[in-house]
Structure formats: C-alpha cells, structure tokens
C-alpha cells in the first residue's frame, strides 16, 4: 500500500519554465491537499480537491493551478516558474464526508524544487 | 484570519527532560486539532488528534496534548524526551465548517543525548 506518491522528488527550473507536479494515492481518498513548506513559516495550503473534478482556492494560490481529473490525482501545475516558488512542496490527502472532519491528512514524501 | 501560533521556533532539551510545546489558533468555533512530527528528511506524520470528549488525549511514542478551550490552546506534551523526538513538529487546526487546515510555523526540537 503506496499511500501517497508524488513525483518528481527533486526538480530545478529556470524562471519562467513550466511544469507540474503529480500526486496519486491509493486509499480511495475524497480530499486532496497541496501546500508549501518555506522556512519557518510551516505549511501554507495552495490548493484542494474535496472530489474529482473539483478544486478550490486556500491560503496561497497565486502562480499554481490545479487539476482534479481522476479522484486519485492532484496535479499542481506552475505556468511560470518564479524564485519565489522555490519550496518544498506537499501534497496530502484525507477520508472523510462533509467539512471539518476529524480524519487527519496523509502525507507524500514531499518534492523539493529549485527555482534560478 | 483563522491563524495558528507556535510560540518556540526551536526548543533544545537534554534527554529525559520535559517537554511542552505551546499552539494557540484564533477561529472562534468548533474545530478539530491535530499534532503532526516530521523527522528530518520526512513527512509529516500524525502524532494524535481531538475532536471532541476528554480534553487530554494520548498519542503515539508517550506523547499527550490538552485541549483548553477557554484558551485557545492544544499544547504538547512528554514527560521525558528521547533523542530519537528530535523532529519539527506542527500543531494544525481543521474548523469545523472548513474543508481546509491550517497549520503552526512549526517548532523545531533538538534533544541532545
């Protein structure tokens, strides 16, 4: 059992390249999360999914774009890579019906991406 | 905003010494809270969770946290630390009528052997 795979693990761009990120669990997962991880800063959530076709704004979505197209892929897209998105990025995913539900999010490894 | 604050950015602790890390939010209403750790080289794990009953719940590896409602606070905590808790760890705070969670800036536990 996988959980939650994301791809690549490590990555650098040149500004103004594009390129997506991919995140795939096999838990049958309805909620799909991506955030960012800078320096003390913690986690900023980017975007999610509550189900397949679906995708919402969170805290920091400026310069991303999103796709739900199968329920378990979410796909983070950068249409123009800034060094500001340097990052680590995470992607989670969680069960769960309704809002503010009590089931906690799983986690990928995490891809780290370098921005010059 | 809702916020979550982590009051220590990075806490250095001998072993077999306490620990209590501080998480306070600012959303008014029902919510669920969460403790995760990240190891180095990592991912977040779940270290427990409350959402509703005893205040005082136990997770895993001898870790507790109490919920305080009148405060605002999910505070973390070990009688006696290892060195292998050296980790981040980040309180999370999941409103009730939210889709989305919120996560601390995280504090960073070093435990010198």
């Known amino acids: 059992n996988a959980g939650v795979t994301q791809t690549p693990k490590f990555r650098v761009l040149k500004t103004g390249q594009s390129m997506t990120l991919l995140c795939a669990q096999d838990?049958?997962?309805?909620?799909m999360y991506w955030y960012r991880q800078d320096p003390g800063m913690g986690l900023r959530l980017i975007h999610y999914?509550?189900?397949?076709?679906?995708?919402a704004k969170g805290e920091v979505p400026d310069g991303y774009n999103v796709s739900r197209l199968k329920k378990q892929n979410f796909l983070l897209g950068l249409e123009s890579a800034a060094p500001s998105q340097t990052s680590v990025y995470f992607c989670?995913?969680?069960?769960?019906?309704?809002?503010?539900?009590?089931?906690?999010?799983?986690f990928g490894d995490g891809t780290r991406l370098s921005i010059l | 905003a809702q916020s979550v604050s982590q009051h220590n950015h990075h806490v250095i602790l001998s072993e077999a010494a306490s620990l209590e890390l501080g998480c306070n939010y600012s959303?008014?209403?029902?919510?669920?809270l969460f403790w995760y750790v990240q190891y180095p080289g990592q991912h977040l794990q779940l270290l427990l969770k409350?959402?509703?009953?005893?205040?005082l719940v136990k997770g895993i590896k001898g870790f507790e946290a109490e919920f305080i409602k009148s405060k605002f606070s999910f505070n973390l905590r070990k009688p006696s630390v290892q060195w292998s808790d050296t980790a981040e760890y980040f309180c999370a705070v999941n409103p009730y009528n939210n889709n989305d969670m919120r996560f601390g800036a995280g504090t960073r536990l070093t435990v010198k052997p």
């Open positions: 959303y008014g209403g029902t919510v669920n």
């Open positions: 999914s509550v189900g397949e076709g679906t995708t």
């Open positions: 409350y959402f509703s009953g005893d205040p």
């Open positions: 989670a995913s969680r069960t769960g019906t309704g809002r503010g539900s009590n089931q906690p999010q799983h």
């Open positions: 838990m049958n997962h309805e909620y």
